[in-house]
């Protein structure tokens, strides 16, 4: 079993759509979790970035971290063509070193 | 303005060929990690350094080499032994707490 597990899609919404991204683990003790957006051929960029569990918001990106059942979530709100991208999921035990998904490919269709 | 600066962008290696990538970072961090990217498998860690002029093995090491003989550079060689090599290659550096910053990585293709 693989210790993050993200379903890499592809996801396919409207502008203006509410997109929920998902990943599930299996290590108790991760602490902290990064969303990162990747374009194509690029580097990842990191959107958000919590410790334990609970909910931040920043802009139009709500990550919300349910420690219970192993399960974090990105919510993009008024969804724009230009988050079409990768999203990974990332978490840590430490802080340091982390443990990557696979990344769910998202397009947002005009 | 700081950030993490990856070079070459693209790489070609011929058979039997040895190639080193470049990792420059001007962030002060003390941690930088090489990551490998293939279609469906997300990233997988290479090697990492916490400290200067020691590294240890990711999950998949064989076949590469890295040096950290300064906090801002991090070159990783990627040798003959690593029969499968044609990836996407991304380098990150990070300080406790605040996640990772990447380069924009280096496509490397075997010819």
């Known amino acids: 079993q693989k210790e993050v597990e993200q379903d890499p899609g592809p996801l396919s919404v409207p502008e203006g759509a509410i997109v929920s991204l998902n990943c599930t683990y299996s290590?108790?003790?991760?602490?902290?979790f990064m969303w990162y957006r990747q374009y194509s051929r690029k580097g990842p960029e990191l959107l958000m970035y919590?410790?334990?569990?609970g909910n931040k918001e920043d802009g139009r990106f709500t990550a919300q971290v349910d420690k219970s059942s192993k399960y974090i979530s990105l919510f993009i709100r008024d969804s724009q063509p230009s988050d079409s991208a990768t999203y990974l999921c990332?978490?840590?035990?430490?802080?340091?070193?982390?443990?990557f998904g696979t990344g769910t490919s998202l397009t947002v269709i005009p | 303005d700081g950030g993490i600066t990856q070079s070459p962008k693209y790489l070609f290696r011929k058979e039997g060929q040895n190639v080193t990538l470049s990792c420059e970072q001007n962030?002060?961090?003390?941690?930088m990690y090489w990551y490998r990217q293939d279609p469906g498998q997300g990233l997988r860690l290479i090697y990492y350094?916490?400290?200067?002029?020691?590294?240890q093995k990711g999950d998949i090491a064989e076949g590469y080499s890295v040096s950290r003989e300064k906090k801002e550079s991090f070159p990783l060689t990627v040798t003959s032994a690593q029969k499968n090599p044609t990836a996407f290659y991304l380098c990150?550096?990070?300080?406790?707490?605040?996640?990772?910053?990447f380069g924009s990585g280096t496509r490397l293709t075997v010819v």
């Open positions: 962030l002060n961090h003390d941690a």
């Open positions: 290590n108790s003790a991760f602490q902290y």
């Open positions: 990332a978490m840590s035990t430490l802080g340091n070193q982390f443990y």
């Open positions: 350094s916490q400290i200067v002029n020691d590294f």
């Open positions: 990150a550096s990070s300080i406790e707490g605040r996640g990772y910053t």
């Open positions: 919590t410790y334990s569990s």
